[in-house]
């Protein structure tokens, strides 16, 4: 269905946003009619989500900008069991008190993309433990578990994947999906919950709670699923080379946030654009129009209004200023990610493998080697072509040492 008549709906039609609509009419009806009450689910599987998530809190960002209210659920409950769709084996089982932990670190993200104290329309986080704990195993057999058939269960393709490749999927994960879907029917009736999103990967979980609140007596739910994006070349959105692109600024830096955006194929900038920026649609017509050498410009723009959403402005244009010395004059920016090191240890020497290997330019000794033979590295912008090189306090310019990698990857040794 084109043409739609909400807001909501025709900005995630026009962004690209949308995959599938569990009714395009009914959905786009009750948008019209009144302000709605949805959310999407995350797992706290870790102190940070990574920017493959973004696409899905830019889903509650512009649901809550078009006026209605998002929650941000936290999978405190759901956290417990591990989500199995789409994986190979089991996660890892985590205690009550590191999921609390993580839980505690992601919400610090979720406010620079929602509004929590809105007079109006605030945005909730909401935590399903508060309900999931407390459930009476045999009274929630007999008035939720009833309403399932295990036949219908075994058709859903997350399941089914991991059956066919012959890999176990424990009861303790076969019952994720039952809990997701009365997630559902539980934020229905206590904030009228009428639409859960999702990456489209939770389809038949989403529609298993669309089907469990109408055996429970809800009204009319909805689903709407974003697809699962990967870059032009094919690689998982929020993976680089060297790990997660998270969006915790303790575990990434501003920088080095934005180098990842920075560093967008060509083929992805206007979909990037509208997909993680908050740039008017005309703008972005107008951006994605440039060609040649002006791509590069584009791309420091989309790096720009990305990392100016999580981080803050200031922090953005920092970032930019910080990269322009650094590839375009050539020089040594005290805001370059950097590590510091005791001054003894570097009067004594330090392994330039390591140094690089320490400040996240690479992920091993062995892969520095290869990029040594490559040609790729330098130390105070001159190449280096002994991979059993020291560095000393003879390297220090200006009170660092400038490592790079390629033409992109850089960092300073600070002495402390």
């Known amino acids: 269905m084109s043409g739609y008549k909400s807001d909501f709906l025709r900005i995630l039609d026009e962004r690209g946003f949308i995959h599938q609509i569990s009714d395009e009419t009914g959905l786009d009806e009750l948008l019209c009619k009144e302000s709605v009450t949805a959310y999407i689910g995350f797992d706290p599987t870790a102190p940070s989500l990574h920017a493959g998530s973004l696409i899905q809190i830019m889903m509650l960002h512009w649901f809550q900008q078009t006026g209605h209210r998002p929650i941000s659920l936290m999978g405190g409950g759901t956290g417990m069991v591990g989500d199995p769709s789409f994986k190979d084996e089991a996660r890892k089982l985590m205690s009550v008190d590191q999921i609390e932990e993580n839980i505690a670190s992601l919400k610090r993200v979720f406010s620079r993309y929602l509004d929590y104290e809105d007079s109006g329309r605030p945005a909730l986080m909401i935590n399903n433990a508060d309900w999931l704990r407390s459930i009476n195993y045999l009274e929630f057999l007999r008035d939720v578990g009833r309403h399932f058939s295990v036949n219908r269960m075994l058709s859903f393709d997350s399941v089914k994947l991991r059956l066919d490749r012959e890999q176990s999927l424990s009861f303790l994960e076969f019952n994720y999906m039952i809990l997701q879907a009365y997630d559902f029917v539980v934020l ?132 930019a200023e910080t990269a322009r010395k650094t590839f375009e004059e050539g020089g040594v920016s005290e805001n370059l990610p950097a590590i510091e090191i005791p001054g003894s240890e570097l009067k004594a020497g330090i392994g330039m493998l390591a140094a690089f290997v320490q400040a996240g330019l690479a992920a091993s000794n062995g892969e520095m080697r290869r990029h040594v033979k490559g040609g790729a590295v330098r130390v105070n912008d001159e190449p280096v072509s002994d991979e059993r090189m020291m560095l000393d306090e003879s390297h220090l310019r200006d009170g660092v040492i400038k490592l790079s990698l390629g033409k992109k990857k850089h960092a300073l040794v600070k002495p402390v």
């Open 188 to 319: 229905n009736q206590r904030y009228d919950c009428r639409l859960q999103m999702g990456g489209s990967d939770q389809w038949g979980n989403i529609v298993n709670g669309i089907d469990l609140g109408h055996r429970m007596g809800t009204p009319q739910l909805y689903a709407l699923t974003s697809p699962l994006l990967t870059t032009a070349s094919g690689a998982k959105m929020g993976k680089s080379a060297t790990g997660a692109i998270w969006l915790n600024p303790e575990m990434l830096s501003a920088y080095d946030f934005w180098q990842y955006w920075r560093n967008t194929e060509d083929a992805d900038v206007s979909r990037f654009l509208k997909l993680y920026t908050t740039l008017p649609m005309e703008e972005i017509e107008r951006l994605s129009a440039l060609g040649g050498s002006e791509i590069n410009d584009v791309k420091k723009i989309l790096a720009t209004e990305v990392t100016a959403i999580l981080h803050g402005r200031e922090a953005a244009e920092q970032a």
